[in-house]
């Protein structure tokens, strides 16, 4: 059995901007000095397809590290703080297994299928807005997406998007680890506070009689009759908010990068609804914005090296379906790869912890690009784009496009 220490580990350097623009090569480098194991500057990196998923099915074994990345961050005490460490997925098990049984029967494949009218609405209120321009920053155009989406979900009215979609960008870039984002992070989380449970005691005080239920009623019926707190629900509803938009607007954005170099699937994208399902999960496995992160609770053994109690882990789902080991021709972008069950991407995550909207977030981007392709004709590049910091929530910043308005 190796002790970590006595592995020779490459390390990391993931905070530079030029890793975020093309991890890769650090991976392969990794890759060369140990098969699945790495540094970083918090801890440990655990890149290898498979090592991922065997070490996240032994969730007896960890916790998610949220208290780890608060004191990382020096934001002990702090608003940020008091709701990284109390969101739904840092509970403790007794009170993560209350809240995710109360909500998770909610959140099904019927149920984002549902959603899918709204969902068309939304996309074609903003193509409206947004293709008349003929050149436009499609990150800005993606971010309004997922957070439209959301509003009309809960019955937020839409004057209020510019405001949640500027404080969700703030809270995005959390777990980059940067400390000096620690006072916008306290203002944007206050801001998403007061929105929450206004949204809340409103819809208490005026319940809408007569209309079919929306997701905030059924929300907080199901926090009502599972005895919820109001203080969870309004972390939930945060929550929801915050992770539905950081993995719409990110993958969105990267496939239209991925469209601008395989014109034939967009142009396919345009006409069949169906393709773009497939386009969706292949696009997940190419690339998606998440590096998940654990403490160990106990020492774990695995393939002969000890991984002691209390240490941090981090697992980077964004590359793990790059995996060279695991998939042919890793680089090659191609929606009719076969989906094989044991190699199928775990963009939305493992176990008692896997992502609660991930058939939203599916169906939300199979509606978006769908209605994208057939209002946006021909599109190319109009400048050069941006990147948001590798570690937490990855993916590019700006993506200047040109196109032809059908």
Same mark, same amino acid.
């Given at each position: 059995?190796? %002790?970590?220490?006595?592995?020779?580990?490459?390390?990391?350097?993931?905070?530079?901007?030029?890793?975020? %623009?093309?991890?890769?090569?650090?991976?392969?480098?990794?890759?060369?000095?140990?098969?699945?194991?790495?540094?970083?500057?918090?801890?440990?990196?655990?890149?290898?397809?498979?090592?991922?998923?065997?070490?996240?099915?032994?969730?007896?074994? =960890?916790?998610?590290?949220?208290?780890?990345?608060?004191?990382?961050?020096?934001?002990?005490? @702090?608003?940020?703080?008091?709701? @990284?460490?109390?969101?739904?997925?840092?509970?403790?098990?007794?009170?993560?297994?209350?809240?995710?049984?109360?909500?998770?029967?909610?959140?099904?494949?019927?149920?984002?299928?549902?959603?899918?009218?709204?969902?068309?609405?939304?996309?074609?209120?903003?193509?409206?807005?947004?293709?008349?321009?003929?050149?436009?920053?499609?990150?800005?155009?993606?971010?309004?997406?997922?957070?439209?989406?959301?509003?009309?979900?809960?019955?937020?009215?839409?004057?209020?998007?510019?405001?949640?979609?500027?404080? =969700?960008?703030?809270?995005?870039?959390?777990?980059?680890?940067?400390?000096?984002?620690?006072?916008?992070?306290?203002?944007?989380?206050?801001?998403?506070?007061?929105?929450?449970?206004?949204?809340?005691?409103?819809?208490?005080?005026?319940?809408?009689?007569?209309?079919?239920?929306?997701?905030?009623?059924?929300?907080?019926?199901?926090?009502?009759?599972?005895?919820?707190?109001?203080?969870?629900? %309004?972390?939930?509803?945060?929550?929801?908010?915050?992770?539905?938009?950081?993995?719409?607007?990110?993958?969105?954005?990267?496939?239209?990068?991925?469209? =601008?170099?395989?014109?034939?699937?967009?142009?396919?994208?345009?006409?069949?609804?169906?393709?773009?399902?497939?386009?969706?999960?292949?696009?997940?496995?190419?690339?998606?914005?998440?590096?998940?992160?654990?403490?160990?609770?106990?020492?774990?053994?695995?393939?002969?090296?000890?991984?002691?109690?209390?240490?941090?882990?981090?697992?980077?789902?964004?590359?793990?379906?790059?995996?060279? @080991?695991?998939?042919?021709?890793?680089?090659?972008?191609?929606?009719?790869?076969?989906?094989?069950?044991?190699?199928?991407?775990? %963009?939305?995550?493992?176990?008692?912890?896997?992502?609660?909207?991930?058939?939203?977030?599916?169906?939300?981007?199979?509606?978006?690009?769908?209605?994208?392709?057939?209002?946006?004709?021909?599109?190319?590049?109009?400048?050069?784009?941006?990147?948001?910091?590798?570690?937490?929530?990855?993916?590019?910043?700006?993506?200047?496009?040109?196109?032809?308005?059908?």
């Amino acid at each position: 059995m190796q %002790a970590l220490s006595d592995l020779d580990l490459y390390e990391l350097p993931w905070e530079e901007p030029a890793f975020a %623009a093309d991890p890769m090569p650090q991976f392969a480098k990794a890759r060369a000095r140990h098969p699945w194991l790495a540094k970083c500057s918090a801890g440990y990196v655990v890149f290898d397809y498979h090592a991922i998923r065997e070490l996240y099915w032994q969730d007896d074994k =960890m916790r998610t590290s949220f208290d780890g990345i608060v004191e990382i961050m020096g934001a002990k005490g @702090t608003k940020w703080g008091r709701f @990284t460490e109390e969101q739904m997925i840092a509970l403790p098990e007794r009170e993560h297994k209350l809240m995710r049984a109360t909500f998770a029967a909610l959140f099904t494949p019927r149920y984002a299928n549902a959603l899918r009218p709204v969902m068309q609405e939304q996309i074609n209120r903003l193509l409206d807005e947004y293709v008349p321009r003929q050149q436009i920053d499609f990150e800005e155009f993606a971010s309004y997406y997922p957070v439209s989406v959301l509003s009309r979900l809960v019955g937020a009215p839409l004057e209020l998007i510019p405001g949640l979609r500027s404080s =969700m960008e703030t809270i995005g870039l959390a777990f980059s680890l940067d400390k000096t984002r620690l006072p916008a992070l306290d203002v944007a989380i206050e801001h998403m506070d007061a929105f929450a449970h206004k949204l809340m005691a409103d819809r208490r005080a005026n319940p809408r009689e007569g209309q079919e239920p929306d997701l905030l009623d059924v929300l907080i019926k199901a926090s009502d009759d599972g005895g919820i707190s109001d203080r969870q629900l %309004a972390d939930l509803l945060i929550f929801l908010f915050v992770a539905g938009y950081d993995t719409s607007k990110n993958v969105l954005t990267y496939m239209m990068s991925l469209m =601008m170099r395989n014109p034939e699937v967009y142009a396919r994208c345009a006409e069949d609804l169906d393709y773009c399902r497939k386009v969706v999960e292949e696009t997940l496995r190419y690339f998606n914005p998440g590096t998940s992160f654990r403490f160990t609770d106990a020492d774990i053994e695995y393939r002969d090296v000890l991984l002691p109690k209390d240490t941090m882990l981090f697992f980077p789902l964004s590359v793990s379906g790059r995996d060279p @080991t695991v998939f042919d021709d890793p680089e090659r972008f191609d929606p009719d790869r076969p989906i094989v069950p044991e190699k199928r991407h775990i %963009a939305f995550g493992l176990g008692k912890h896997m992502c609660l909207g991930q058939y939203i977030a599916r169906t939300q981007l199979q509606e978006g690009i769908h209605a994208i392709a057939k209002r946006m004709r021909n599109p190319r590049r109009a400048g050069e784009q941006g990147w948001r910091p590798f570690p937490g929530v990855w993916g590019m910043k700006g993506l200047p496009i040109a196109f032809d308005p059908a």
